[in-house]
Structure formats: structure tokens, C-alpha cells
């Protein structure tokens, strides 16, 4: 079995696309490829921050080394979308929050639905059970849920106030109806957070995957944001991280579960880069539950706020996402993306993308509502 690495161009397929939605990606790849500043295409999927509160509290996680006010995704704001709704693939509700918090959660799923896009989202997990209904009622395609241990005490101890056995009993029981109903969605992973305290169970967690009928285990580096981060990054740490992982892929081809693995320091194929390409400012149009857009998730600078254009074309092509597109991939890069840190564009070769202490990591959230 391949070992799986994460899309940078394109993005993950779960069944046949409308021939407009087709057309409309592959002009896309090509503008991003041309790096395009103005596009004719719209974006291949659409990344809505719901809110950036959070029922959780994980003891790595970079809301607490950031200044954090409650901000929630405003349901009137998908009216931008209406012209694009025929042409973007995908909606993908994940951002520095737990989506499923938001008091409109199934409407979200509710309206991708009727748009005909793909639906994806990552969770903690902790509230799949109260929405296992809507999850197939609305066709969900694709979630990731958040598990950093294969055993409770692990789990339970880094991401505090998950009940690991709860969020394991939610899979299984919506696991189950997938294969009593011969159903080929939603597909599912664990998306683990690899740190020192952790690393040994990656091989545990692919058999955990494999006892419950998940699809996939996905693997990412810590990023270290305080000083706790720093004693748990593993970029000190490259060959027990080795061993690991080729322990993880033996157990991954024995049982048939997909893993995704980021690249080892030292073996990126950005090689030197500051980053690897960028594709983000053309593939996603990323909105933020304060109301700004960002070109990802994970960079601090504001490209605007939603009220500062009167249509979705007008915020696609403005010139804060002109000079985005123009610089992102140059020297003139902004300092965020010099220090990228997002998992499928950093490049895996450099401390910087394991340890970010002391750098404008998080946005400065305003409260908007
Ligand atoms: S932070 Fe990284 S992924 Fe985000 S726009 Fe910059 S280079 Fe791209």
C-alpha cells in the first residue's frame, strides 16, 4: 500500500463531479499552475471557520498561546456563495475551533447539500453521536476526527475533557450502518498530532482504525507554540520518528487502512524552499468565523473583512488576493508564509515549521458579533 501524502493542487475525490464543477477545477489547476492573479475559475472548495470556540481544551493547542475572543460563523454570510455554488466542489467547516459547536451546524451540512458540493469536516468527535442522523441524512462525504492517543489515559491526557470511549463508540456505531447499508461515505480518519508523548502509539492507532472499519490514519507534526511545545516537538527526534512510522506502515498494509504520513526532516522535497508551492490563494477561498478572509487557516494576516466587497467576484479577484497570489510563492513572501507551518504546504526540512514560539502565529480575533 502507498503511503499516502497530503494534496496540494487538487483535492481529495469521493465520487463523479457535475461537468461544471469538472471544468471549473481544471481551470482552476491551471491558473494556479500559470500562478494567475486574476482568476476566471472560482475556488475548488470553499473553507468556512465556524466558530474558534472550542468544548475541548488539548494541552498543545495553539489557542492558548494565542489571544483568543469568541467569534461565530454568520449563516447570511453563504448568500456570497450563491454564484459559485454550481462550481466549487467542496465545503470544508474546520478552522481554529470545533465546527460542530456551532449552533447551526447541520444547516451548514443542510445547505452543501442542496448546493450538490462535497462535505467535509474535522472534529474532536465529541459530538458525532448527536449527529450521526444528519451526517447520513445530508450525505456527509468526508470527516476527520482528532484523536492524539490509542488508549484513553493518552488521549484523555492531551486533549483534556474528550471522552475517548464516547467519541470510539460514535464512530462505531456510524462505522456499522456504513457497511450494513453498503454505503461508500462517509470516509473517515484519525488525524493525529505526533509528539514525544505520543509517537510510540501511531502503530497502535492504525490497528485501532482497522478494529472500528476507519478508512484512513493521518499523521502530522506538532507545531510547538510555548515553551511546552518545545520540549514535546520530535524535530530533534527524526530516527525514533522513522522506526516509528515504518512500524505504523507495516501495520497500515496489514490491515488495509490508508496512512498519510508528512514527509521527514531532511527528506521534504521542498528541499530548501521557505515552503512548498502554494497553492491555497487560488484552490480554497478561506473564510474565518471573525468575518475575515485569509488565504489559510494558518497565517495571521488578514486579507479583508467579508463587508468590504459586495460580492463573492469582487473579494475572489480584489487586490488584497492579487498581491496574495503575486507574492506567496516569491521572495517577497509575507513573514507567516516564510514560517509556514500548515502541515500539507510546510516544509517538513525546517525548524521553523516545528517550532513557532515567539512568532505571530494565530490571527488577533475582533469580536465581530
Ligand atoms: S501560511 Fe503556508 S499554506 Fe498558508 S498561505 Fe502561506 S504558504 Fe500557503
Same mark, same amino acid.
Given at each position: 500500500m502507498e503511503i499516502l501524502r497530503a494534496k496540494t493542487l487538487n483535492l481529495r475525490q469521493t465520487g463523479a463531479l457535475s461537468p461544471k464543477r469538472a471544468a471549473n477545477s481544471t481551470l482552476n489547476q491551471k491558473e494556479a499552475l500559470m500562478q494567475k492573479?486574476?482568476?476566471d475559475s472560482a475556488p475548488q472548495r470553499l473553507v468556512l471557520e465556524?466558530?474558534?470556540?472550542?468544548?475541548l481544551n488539548c494541552i498543545m493547542c495553539g489557542r492558548n498561546a494565542a489571544d483568543f475572543k469568541p467569534t461565530q460563523f454568520q449563516l447570511?454570510?453563504?448568500? &456570497?456563495?450563491e454564484p459559485i455554488r454550481d462550481q466549487v466542489e467542496e465545503v470544508t467547516l474546520m478552522g481554529?475551533?470545533?465546527?460542530?459547536?456551532?449552533?447551526d451546524f447541520v444547516k451548514f451540512l443542510k445547505w452543501a447539500y442542496d448546493c450538490g458540493m462535497r462535505k467535509y469536516f474535522c472534529t474532536n468527535g465529541m459530538r458525532l453521536e448527536q449527529l450521526t442522523s444528519a451526517l447520513f441524512a445530508y450525505h456527509t462525504d468526508i470527516f476527520a476526527v482528532s484523536l492524539d492517543g490509542a488508549d484513553a489515559p493518552t488521549n484523555e491526557r492531551i486533549r483534556r475533557g474528550v471522552d475517548f470511549h464516547r467519541v470510539i463508540r460514535s464512530l462505531e456505531a456510524i462505522n456499522r450502518k456504513k457497511a450494513m447499508e453498503k454505503l461508500?461515505?462517509? &470516509?473517515n480518519n484519525f488525524v493525529f498530532t505526533a509528539m514525544k508523548q505520543n509517537i510510540e502509539q501511531l502503530p497502535a492507532l492504525v490497528r485501532l482504525a482497522g478494529d472500528i472499519g476507519m478508512n484512513e490514519v493521518k499523521a502530522v507534526f506538532l507545531t510547538a507554540f510555548d515553551e511546552w511545545g518545545r520540549e514535546q516537538t520530535l524535530f530533534y527526534d527524526m530516527e525514533l520518528v522513522r522506526d516509528i512510522f515504518a512500524q505504523a506502515e507495516e501495520e497500515a498494509r496489514r490491515l488495509g487502512v490508508a496512512l498519510k504520513l508528512p514527509h521527514l526532516c531532511g527528506e521534504d522535497p521542498a528541499g530548501d524552499m521557505a515552503h512548498k508551492t502554494c497553492y491555497v490563494g487560488w484552490r480554497d477561498f478561506f473564510l474565518g468565523s471573525d468575518g475575515y478572509i485569509r488565504s489559510c487557516m494558518s497565517t495571521a494576516q488578514k486579507l479583508f473583512h467579508i463587508s468590504q466587497y459586495p460580492d463573492f467576484w469582487s473579494m475572489w479577484n480584489a487586490k488584497e488576493y492579487q498581491r496574495h497570489r503575486e507574492i506567496v510563492n516569491s521572495a517577497s513572501m509575507i513573514s507567516h508564509c516564510a514560517n509556514?507551518?500548515?502541515?500539507?504546504?510546510?516544509?517538513?526540512?525546517?525548524?521553523e515549521s516545528f517550532i513557532q514560539i515567539g512568532q505571530d502565529f494565530a490571527p488577533v480575533w475582533e469580536k465581530e458579533n
Amino acid at each position: 500500500m502507498e503511503i499516502l501524502r497530503a494534496k496540494t493542487l487538487n483535492l481529495r475525490q469521493t465520487g463523479a463531479l457535475s461537468p461544471k464543477r469538472a471544468a471549473n477545477s481544471t481551470l482552476n489547476q491551471k491558473e494556479a499552475l500559470m500562478q494567475k492573479t486574476v482568476l476566471d475559475s472560482a475556488p475548488q472548495r470553499l473553507v468556512l471557520e465556524l466558530t474558534n470556540q472550542c468544548n475541548l481544551n488539548c494541552i498543545m493547542c495553539g489557542r492558548n498561546a494565542a489571544d483568543f475572543k469568541p467569534t461565530q460563523f454568520q449563516l447570511e454570510w453563504l448568500d &456570497y456563495f450563491e454564484p459559485i455554488r454550481d462550481q466549487v466542489e467542496e465545503v470544508t467547516l474546520m478552522g481554529w475551533g470545533e465546527p460542530t459547536v456551532h449552533p447551526d451546524f447541520v444547516k451548514f451540512l443542510k445547505w452543501a447539500y442542496d448546493c450538490g458540493m462535497r462535505k467535509y469536516f474535522c472534529t474532536n468527535g465529541m459530538r458525532l453521536e448527536q449527529l450521526t442522523s444528519a451526517l447520513f441524512a445530508y450525505h456527509t462525504d468526508i470527516f476527520a476526527v482528532s484523536l492524539d492517543g490509542a488508549d484513553a489515559p493518552t488521549n484523555e491526557r492531551i486533549r483534556r475533557g474528550v471522552d475517548f470511549h464516547r467519541v470510539i463508540r460514535s464512530l462505531e456505531a456510524i462505522n456499522r450502518k456504513k457497511a450494513m447499508e453498503k454505503l461508500e461515505y462517509p &470516509y473517515n480518519n484519525f488525524v493525529f498530532t505526533a509528539m514525544k508523548q505520543n509517537i510510540e502509539q501511531l502503530p497502535a492507532l492504525v490497528r485501532l482504525a482497522g478494529d472500528i472499519g476507519m478508512n484512513e490514519v493521518k499523521a502530522v507534526f506538532l507545531t510547538a507554540f510555548d515553551e511546552w511545545g518545545r520540549e514535546q516537538t520530535l524535530f530533534y527526534d527524526m530516527e525514533l520518528v522513522r522506526d516509528i512510522f515504518a512500524q505504523a506502515e507495516e501495520e497500515a498494509r496489514r490491515l488495509g487502512v490508508a496512512l498519510k504520513l508528512p514527509h521527514l526532516c531532511g527528506e521534504d522535497p521542498a528541499g530548501d524552499m521557505a515552503h512548498k508551492t502554494c497553492y491555497v490563494g487560488w484552490r480554497d477561498f478561506f473564510l474565518g468565523s471573525d468575518g475575515y478572509i485569509r488565504s489559510c487557516m494558518s497565517t495571521a494576516q488578514k486579507l479583508f473583512h467579508i463587508s468590504q466587497y459586495p460580492d463573492f467576484w469582487s473579494m475572489w479577484n480584489a487586490k488584497e488576493y492579487q498581491r496574495h497570489r503575486e507574492i506567496v510563492n516569491s521572495a517577497s513572501m509575507i513573514s507567516h508564509c516564510a514560517n509556514c507551518y500548515q502541515s500539507s504546504f510546510a516544509n517538513w526540512n525546517k525548524r521553523e515549521s516545528f517550532i513557532q514560539i515567539g512568532q505571530d502565529f494565530a490571527p488577533v480575533w475582533e469580536k465581530e458579533n
